[in-house]
């Protein structure tokens, strides 16, 4: 089965907006930067969308060097990223993992923003996967998220109003798998990469938010609910690992190599 790869998303900020590529290096993590920095607690718990949908207004971007982060209402972050400071133990979910504290100035200004207590800190150290065998920044469990074009097209028709796909989140958007044929999906080429496809995606509260406005509703929920049920989660995309690193280009083809053992 043949496709295309239609979108490239990263995340530099977890929880925050996305940043769309035309080109990125496949990395062991993922995309470059994607969920490099995150915001917590005091005692060093995660804070995402779930907790402040406010979070989907923040729009970061990030070159390696700088962050910088832009919200309604609030002058423009621009920060230094910090690489020897005060490393702090957090968690993401029931994952224990490192970050680097970058400092007052930036904690100041996401607590204002938000009105919580919280610490910008950078991902230092090695995440194991859960499965699979790959590692990961801050991101919930996997380097990769990757949806079909045609499995939001099916929900889409399903709904009374259509929404958009950075409801998901997606790393990489495909076409011409067909509706939902990333669940058939074991290894897919994309461009020079190979990546495989080691669990399915449970989707939570943050596909409900609005990423324009941080409003939050029922769908796409509620409908995803109906059929999209499995082993106790609504389902919707594939969490991947790389197999084979390399460039991607948005409208690299894709190529299924092994298809899922029933």
Same mark, same amino acid.
């Given at each position: ?10 995340? %530099? ?19 470059? @930067?994607?969920?490099? @920095?995150?915001?917590?607690?005091? *005692? ?25 982060? *832009?919200? %309604? ?36 200004? @996401? ?103 941080? *409003?939050?509703?029922?769908? %796409? ?31 690299? %083809? ?9």
């Amino acid at each position: 089965m043949q496709g295309t790869l239609t979108g490239l998303n990263a995340y %530099p900020l977890k929880s925050g907006g996305g940043t769309a590529l035309r080109t990125a290096e496949l990395t062991a993590r993922g995309l470059p @930067f994607d969920r490099e @920095f995150m915001l917590v607690t005091p *005692e060093g718990r995660f804070l995402s969308q779930r907790d402040h949908a406010r979070m989907a207004l923040l729009s970061p971007a990030y070159d390696g060097t700088l962050l910088t982060v *832009e919200a %309604p209402g609030a002058s423009r972050l621009v920060h230094k990223a910090v690489d020897e400071g005060e490393v702090r133990e957090v968690t993401v979910h029931r994952s224990e993992c490192r970050g680097v504290d970058q400092g007052d100035e930036a904690a100041a200004w @996401f607590g204002d923003l938000l009105g919580a207590d919280c610490r910008l800190v950078r991902f230092t150290g090695l995440r194991p996967t859960r499965r699979g065998g790959g590692e990961v920044m801050f991101a919930d469990g996997y380097p990769l998220l990757v949806i079909s074009a045609e499995s939001l097209a099916d929900l889409n028709a399903r709904l009374d109003e259509p929404l958009p796909m950075n409801r998901f989140r997606p790393s990489l958007v495909v076409e011409g798998l067909g509706p939902y044929g990333e669940d058939e999906v074991r290894l897919l080429r994309v461009g020079e990469t190979v990546i495989e496809m080691v669990k399915p995606c449970t989707r939570c509260v943050i596909t409900t938010t609005d990423q324009r406005t941080g *409003e939050r509703g029922r769908e %796409p929920l509620r409908t995803l609910a109906s059929y999209r049920t499995r082993d106790r989660g609504i389902q919707f995309g594939q969490n991947c690992v790389p197999r084979v690193l390399g460039t991607l280009r948005v409208g690299d %083809p894709v190529e299924v190599v092994a298809a899922r053992t029933p």
